[in-house]
Structure formats: structure tokens, C-alpha cells
């Protein structure tokens, strides 16, 4: 089924139930779809058709809900990016989709009006006298919304970019088949039923905040909109609006319950929990049972690529197991291999630490990147979607993630590649040498610590911060937030960091 009949099925069964909610204002699944029609038919007469690109640089709004809709009802494609990616990322992004429109707010304009396009796209601000066209100019113009194609489960609904070892974007297109599939297995896991609520607090250019829309939708439920999350705002809608159940990053839940009047909160109607997107530890797990009271309380273990991987619903017993393969998966663990030898019958024994492979003929899995064959091939090697998490499993058949094979750091649920952040602090005159590696933090899951060769005995950490604010290919959440002088950077014969030894603590302090 395709998603732009999957909104339609639900305005069609409860026109008038709550959908969307955003501060004082609430749409009903009728009001909404009106705004969605108003909106696909000024896209239409503005040329969109299947399998355009339509790139959206928004924060989680009502006008990025309504386009992700109207673009479905088009069999276009919905293409988000991070609008926190520095401006050398978001041009890339931009010319590798080649989008046909691109949609912008304030907090992404000044990126969007300096791209160099390889083909300028219509450009539609949110405020006034911003772009060629405005948002709000779309809707007035627009009227009722006729189909103007035949839309297929294997067309391209949606392409989210992910970073890889590289630090360069990749697109990754998913068919309506993949997202709808994908959403279903995402209402079973986390035991949702009709008319739930969630805080759409998630950003909409990440899979976790698709799946939420998405799993809303299918269920008549209400998402609750949130703009940028912070602890106060988000415990304030979850009691306004009893909201029923949540999905967020390790790192918000521990914003959440470290709130100063957390307790001054009704969250009684919260019964349905679930993270994504990073390890959480123990001690946080511990947490969440004892402030939140979840009856049902879940781990997902999945990616971009391939929504699910999989699932732990016995945290309490388990605190951090990733669980059994999720309801379309099959996995297994192989032997590690960072040159990409290891081949799917290279199996490792129950207990081992291996590469968590994902068969790839996944209802949920990805075909291949956009524009990108050789990362396609790297990733995907006689049908299984090689990971580069490293994990093993226990007695009972259950997983555990313990690293990653190429030493990506995970910081808030956003990836980053440490080779990325050492190429800009060697520019540095007073930097010798430097290693990145992420180092666990209880409130960000990791957090990236540089490990640096002083030339100078004078450098200091602020003009370090700095120096990394102040380069276009550092995004703000990539910058270091921990700095360490160190004599030198262990390395193999072969001239590699060995980042394991840093994180090992085997390494000589230089004390200034």
C-alpha cells in the first residue's frame, strides 16, 4: 500500500479524531487533509511529478507534516535533511538529490540561499518574502487535489541521508513498501493500538520520527508536534496531552528524568516507551522503570537502511539487550573483518564478538544508495546488509552490541566519523597529531573526545573549541567536547591508530 493512500484510508475511517497538534492548535484528520490536498495541488501546477525530489530543511511543524503528505499523494519524493548539517554537507546533500523544490525556514535560510545548485530549484520559505514562493502562498492557491499518476509499492516514498565511515552523506531511498512495512513492525514491537498519542518530538528528517508520523497515522492516533525538544516543553505536552506512548533517543529520555520538577509532571497516562538510535546504559534503563512505570518498555536495535534489526521488550531483566531479530529479519554474527572480506557463511560461535549481518530481503531493507554503487556493494554482499556493529549473542539467542568495526561515534543518536573530525583539528597550527574516539556518556550515549600532539605547548582547549566552530566542515553536534593532550597516538606497525588503546586509557598525558 502506498502512503498516500495510507493517509486517506485513515481520514476516510475518523475525519473528525484528533491527528495533529501543535501549541494551542489541533487538526482534526479531515482539517488536515484539506491543508494536504490545498498543498499537493499548487505543487502540481508547479510541475512536481513521480519520483521528483522534493528537499525539506524544517523543523517538526504542521507545514513539514502537510508537505511529507501532499508529496506522498504525488509520488514524489520526501527528501529531509539535517538542517544542523554544516553548510559543506547540505550542498552536497543538495546536488547529490537534485530536488526539484526545497523547502526552508528561518533556522536553515541563510544555508539554502548560499547553495551553489547545479540546477536551481523552486525555493519555498515559511515566512514572508522569503524564496520564490511562500508555504503559506501554496495553500491559498491550492484547491481539491487530483491524482495525477499511478503510485507502485516499490516507488520511492521517502530518501533520508545517513553518514557513513567516509563522513560523507549518503541518500537512502525507501520504497512505500519499505515504509509501510517498516510502520507495521513498529506497531507490533512497541504493542501500539488505535487512537494512541505520541510527542512528534523526533525530527522528521530521521527514521525514528517517519515511524512515529507514520505509525499515528495508521492507527488514527495523535501526534503531538514539537519544534526542538527540550525537557520542560516535552513534559509539559506529555501531561496536557496524555500522551500514551513515547520513542526518543537514550539522550532525551535522560534530559527528561534529570528535569529539576520532573516530578510535578502527570505523566499517568504514559504507558508505552521505547528507544532508538543509540546504547542506553544500565543505569539509565533502571531509571525509566522506576519514574516512568511503562507497562511495555522496548530497545530497537535497527538503522536507515533496514528499519529493524532487533527488538528487546525485557529490559528489566536485560537492561541494554538488543534482543531477537525483529518480526522481518533474519541476522547473523560473522566474523569482523574491516577490509569487507568476511562473507555471510563465515558464522562465528555463540558467545563470540561478530559483524551483525541483516539479510537484505528484508520487506524493510533498502535496495542501494542513491548515486552511490560502491557504497552499495560495500554494504550489501550476497543479499546481507553487513552493519559494521559488533555484537555477540548469549545463552538464550539474545543480542548485545558492544562496538562498531569502524569506530564510529554515536553522539545523541546522530552518527559521526571520527577521521572527519581529526582531518580538521590537524589543520590546526599548533596540532601535531590527532585521534577521535567516542567516549561513553551517560547523557549523550558518547561523546567526542579528541586526543591531541601538541606543536605547541601554549594550545588550549577554547581556542581548539573554536577553531572547529569556526570550520564550515564541522557540523555544530560533530564539534569535540572533550579534549586530551597526550605525548603521542598509539599506532600499529602500520602506521593505524589504535583507537582501542585511547579508550583503554594507554596513553601519556603531556601536563602544561
Known amino acids: 500500500m502506498n502512503l498516500g493512500t495510507v493517509f486517506e484510508c485513515a481520514v476516510s475511517r475518523y475525519p473528525n479524531k484528533i491527528a495533529l497538534v501543535q501549541g494551542n492548535r489541533s487538526y482534526t484528520f479531515a482539517q488536515l487533509n484539506e491543508e494536504v490536498n490545498r498543498l499537493a495541488s499548487s505543487l502540481q501546477k508547479l510541475g512536481v511529478k513521480k519520483r521528483d525530489r522534493i528537499m525539506v530543511l524544517l523543523k517538526n511543524r504542521v507545514e513539514t507534516v502537510c508537505t511529507f503528505w501532499a508529496i506522498q499523494k504525488l509520488g514524489a519524493i520526501f527528501t529531509p535533511i539535517n538542517y544542523r548539517l554544516s553548510p559543506e554537507d547540505t550542498q552536497y546533500c543538495m546536488n547529490d538529490a537534485e530536488p526539484k523544490i526545497v523547502f526552508f525556514e528561518n533556522s536553515s535560510e541563510r544555508t539554502v540561499m548560499k547553495a551553489k545548485f547545479n540546477e536551481r530549484p523552486i525555493l519555498i520559505g515559511l515566512e514572508q518574502d522569503k524564496g520564490d514562493l511562500t508555504y503559506q502562498e501554496l495553500v491559498a492557491r491550492g484547491s481539491s487535489f487530483s491524482e495525477s499518476s499511478t503510485i507502485e509499492d516499490d516507488d520511492i516514498a521517502v530518501m533520508l541521508y545517513t553518514s557513513g565511515t567516509t563522513g560523507v552523506p549518503k541518500g537512502v531511498p525507501r520504497s512505500h513498501k519499505n515504509e509501510y512495512a517498516s510502520t507495521m513492525a513498529h506497531i507490533i514491537q512497541n504493542q501500539y493500538e488505535l487512537f494512541e498519542s505520541t510527542l512528534g518530538v523526533m525530527p522528521l528528517y530521521h527514521t525514528m520520527g517517519i515511524r512515529s508520523l507514520l505509525a499515528m497515522c495508521i492507527l488514527n492516533g495523535k501526534y503531538v508536534l514539537a519544534r ?43 504507558k508505552k516507551i521505547g528507544y532508538a538510535g543509540a546504547p542506553m546504559s544500565i543505569a539509565l534503563t533502571k531509571k525509566c522503570f522506576e519514574m516512568l512505570k511503562p507497562e511495555h518498555f522496548i530497545n530497537h536495535y535497527g538503522s536507515t537502511e533496514i528499519y529493524t534489526f532487533t527488538t528487546c521488550s525485557i529490559l528489566k531483566q536485560k537492561p541494554g539487550c538488543a534482543g531477537k531479530p525483529g518480526i522481518h529479519q533474519k541476522i547473523r554474527l560473522v566474523e569482523p573483518d574491516p577490509s569487507g572480506a568476511s562473507t555471510p ?17 528484508s520487506i524493510e531493507a533498502f535496495k542501494g544508495y542513491w548515486n552511490r554503487p560502491d557504497e552499495t556493494r560495500k554494504a550489501i554482499r550476497n543479499h546481507w546488509f553487513f552493519t559494521g556493529d559488533l555484537g555477540f549473542l548469549d545463552e ?3 543480542l548485545y552490541i558492544v562496538g562498531r568495526i569502524d569506530e564510529m561515534v554515536i553522539s545523541g543518536g546522530e552518527n559521526i566519523s571520527p577521521m572527519e573530525i581529526e582531518e580538521v583539528l590537524v589543520r590546526h597550527p599548533k596540532v601535531l597529531e590527532a585521534a577521535v574516539i567516542g567516549e561513553e556518556d551517560e547523557h549523550w550515549g558518547q561523546i567526542v573526545t579528541a586526543y591531541i600532539v601538541p606543536k605547541d605547548g601554549k594550545i588550549t582547549v577554547q581556542e581548539l573549541d573554536q577553531f572547529c566552530k569556526q570550520n564550515p566542515k564541522i557540523s555544530n553536534f560533530k564539534r569535540p567536547r572533550k579534549y586530551v593532550f597526550v605525548k603521542e597516538i598509539p599506532k600499529n606497525p602500520a602506521g593505524k591508530i589504535l583507537r582501542h588503546e585511547l579508550r583503554n586509557g594507554n596513553f601519556q598525558k603531556v601536563d602544561f
Open 228 to 270: 526542538d525538544f527540550d525537557a520542560h516543553t516535552a513534559l509539559t505536552l506529555l501531561s496536557r496531552e496524555k500522551i500514551s506512548c513515547l520513542f526518543m533517543t537514550p539522550t532525551m529520555y535522560h534530559e527528561l528524568l534529570n528535569y529539576p520538577s520532573f516530578s510535578e509532571f502527570d505523566l499517568s497516562s504514559l
Open 345 to 361: 557463511e563465515d558464522i562465528v560461535p555463540q558467545g563470540k564478538v561478530g559483524e551483525v549481518i541483516v539479510h537484505a530481503g
Open 396 to 398: 538464550d539467542g539474545d
